[in-house]
């Protein structure tokens, strides 16, 4: 029933903590909330040496008001605080729906933003107990050399499951990654790749610390698909923003999440909505297009024919959400 | 496992623990403290068998939290809601509208359903969804356990009602 052997260690100041992870290299992993840190020590699918928790510091969990309409969300910060929070509701409700559509209430009392940006992979092959995977042969996650979902691929092809980045893309918010050497400004669309395995630019030695969305005064809209409604990983999630009012708009952008490793920003539906505007005919023309661009559905919770045509329904919605903001 | 020393508040009782990095806040109060009313299920955050209230009385579960990370801290289990050798009001509740059949996942959807009435006295259909939406029965379902919660109310004005006389 315990956990995988390892250290625990609170860090009671930003300084020490960086040291930790600048003196642990690859072995420490940071704990935010814990709700995914040590689901994945359970599954033995994370064994850190030293688990590195951020939860006594406090200038991590502030949101703090700037003076240009934006705001900055220390990355610690509890995902039913910002849920709830004023200004969040206020400035950015897409962004705060996506906080909401995490988990179950008792998991977002626990989790922070931190946590859910840094969301490590997730496949529906490796995510299973150890007996159930000792079924399979190890796969790149589990030291092995090959990728269930396809096995002629050369990299780890599990998803992205995380539901605040899609937001927080379409709004255009900087992650602030510190370390001991220094601090870097990276936006959240360039912060993930496509390797299922490293998913993210964040350095082993680096703390995401806050998060800064710019004004926005856009419409936006987040759906979100899953099994079920009130606790569940996403089937197919989207977040959409736009100019203008009604059908009138000239620049539109469409994040889907869920779907590959990364998320997946849409060029061609909203260069055709961008056109066209926001009528029914341009949307189904918007939907249609989308095939190429989501490429082949690997990762497979569901059924690759299901996930596709709710991915086509989700951005059909989303786009008649903007013109109906 | 090296172990360290942590203090715990449980049900208003002091504890102070010996407790080893890899033991959840879940293992702590089954195990090194031995209150068993909170069940060990998933393990995994998957059913919320083992919820308990936080020190601001909001459901967290405890299976998936470093025990360490509740050194200070005060939480209350299901054995913490009785005083005097009363049952709480969202428990009688339970009783009188049948919200229990095995029981196995009572404790757990109790203090999730106290941390409702906790935060929102009155709750609406919606509040009720989203706070038991992370725990699970198999065998009452939510229907009964939501008449239940709507109860709470009612039987804690009324035993306001009966002190003021
Ligand atoms: C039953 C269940 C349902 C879930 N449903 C959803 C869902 O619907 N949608 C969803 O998105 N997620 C879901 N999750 C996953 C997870 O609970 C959330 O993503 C949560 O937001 C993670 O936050 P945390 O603070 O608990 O992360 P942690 O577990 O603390 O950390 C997650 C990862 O981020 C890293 N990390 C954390 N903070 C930082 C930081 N500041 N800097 C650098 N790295 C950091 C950790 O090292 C780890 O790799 C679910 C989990 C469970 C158990
Ligand atoms: S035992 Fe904690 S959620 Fe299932
Ligand atoms: S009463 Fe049996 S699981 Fe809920």
Known sequence: MLLPDHQYVTTNSLKECLRLLAESREKAMVVGGGTDVIFNMRLKLFQPDVAVSIRKLDELQQVEELTNGGLRIGAGARLADLAEHPAINDRYPAFAESVRAVASTHIRNMATLGGNICLHTRCAYTNNSEEWRKGLNSCFKTEGKICHVIQTSSRCLAINNADTPLALIILGAVLTLQSAGGSREVPIAEFYTNDGMDNTVLRPDELLTHITIPPVSDRTAFLKLAPRQGMDFATVAVAARCDGTGEKVSKVSIVVGSISTNPIILHEPSRIVSEQGLGDEAISAAVDSIRDELGPLTNLFSRASYKRQMANVLVRRVLVALRES | ?165
């Open chain 2, 1 to 165: 496992m090296a172990k360290h020393m942590m203090t715990l508040t449980v049900n208003g009782d002091v504890y102070e623990l010996m407790v080893s990095d890899n033991q959840t806040l879940l293992d702590v109060i089954r195990d090194t403290i031995r209150l068993k009313g909170t069940k060990r299920g998933c393990t995994t955050g998957a059913c919320g068998v083992c919820c308990v209230n936080n020190a601001k009385g909001e459901a967290v579960l405890s299976c998936i939290t470093h025990a360490l990370e509740w050194d200070g801290e005060s939480i209350t289990t299901i054995e913490g809601l009785e005083a005097n050798g009363e049952l709480d009001a969202i428990q009688k509740a339970f009783i009188e509208f049948g919200a229990v059949q095995c029981g196995f996942c009572t404790p757990g959807v109790i203090m999730s359903a106290k941390a409702i009435v906790n935060k929102y006295p009155e709750p609406t259909e919606e509040q009720m969804n989203a706070g038991l939406a992370g725990v699970l029965c198999r065998c009452t379902g939510h229907v009964k356990v939501k008449e239940a919660v709507r109860q709470d109310h009612e039987l804690r004005e009324a035993a306001r009602h009966a002190a003021a006389k």
